[in-house]
């Protein structure tokens, strides 16, 4: 579903500066090569994780759903000499093409990623996080929250995407449609969280930022 007229969308992704060669040359590949490529976070989007990344400079970035790596490589812009990103994705046969970009950027060796069950994993990592970035099954949206507001330092951000879920998210979601019923409760409980202030911004397919207070 597009939000914003095809023009006005092509305007704003012309007036943005150009991701870099080596996420073109990632972005072409996904499409290529990788099921689901429209998973992929794009250029525009991918230009506002790099833009608040820098803006930040945080020291431990989380990022809940790989996919092809194309997010994190963005984050990991903004990371300095000393940061790190952890990655969860529990897709096995996307690890090489993940690896394949992260140690050609450069920042392959600040990028540790974890193979599994989220849930599962994000309890064991035993440190606090600047910037956290939900892009998993929506179904556990809630449960992630729940998760990571403990370890989001004060100050930090949690950027969530796909909240707009098409624009499922505006209609009575049907009883048998979880992924709905689930962001629809996520983006009211993250609304009225008391340890977040949160704007939903209608990019791509809605994206959410929140600051912990």
């Not at 979601?173 to 996520?186: G, H, K, N, R, S």
Request: aromatic residues 6%.
């Amino acid at each position: 579903m597009d939000f914003l007229p095809q023009e006005i969308e092509q305007y704003a992704e012309q007036h943005t500066q150009e991701e870099p060669q080596l996420l073109k040359e990632l972005n072409l590949e996904t499409w290529q090569t990788v099921l689901a490529p429209r998973m992929l976070s794009g250029p525009l989007q991918g230009r506002l994780l790099s833009l608040i990344a820098q803006l930040m400079a945080p020291k431990a970035i989380l990022e809940i759903g790989t996919y092809t790596g194309y997010s994190a490589l963005c984050l990991a812009e903004g990371l300095p000499k000393d940061g790190v990103l952890h990655t969860i994705d529990r897709n096995p046969e996307l690890r090489r093409l993940q690896q394949k970009y992260f140690d050609r950027s450069g920042k392959g060796h600040q990028i540790v990623t974890h193979l599994g069950d989220a849930v599962e994993i994000i309890p064991g990592l035993d440190q606090k996080f600047d910037l956290v970035f939900i892009d998993a099954d929506k179904s556990n949206y809630l449960n992630y929250l729940t998760l990571v507001t403990p370890i989001l330092r004060s100050g930090g951000l949690l950027i969530s995407d796909n909240v707009l879920w098409s624009g499922k998210v505006t209609q009575k979601a049907p009883t048998d449609d979880l992924d709905t019923q689930v962001l629809q409760e996520f983006n009211q409980k993250l609304k009225t969280h008391p340890e977040y202030q949160t704007v939903l911004l209608p990019i791509r397919d809605g994206l959410s930022v929140a600051r912990k207070r």
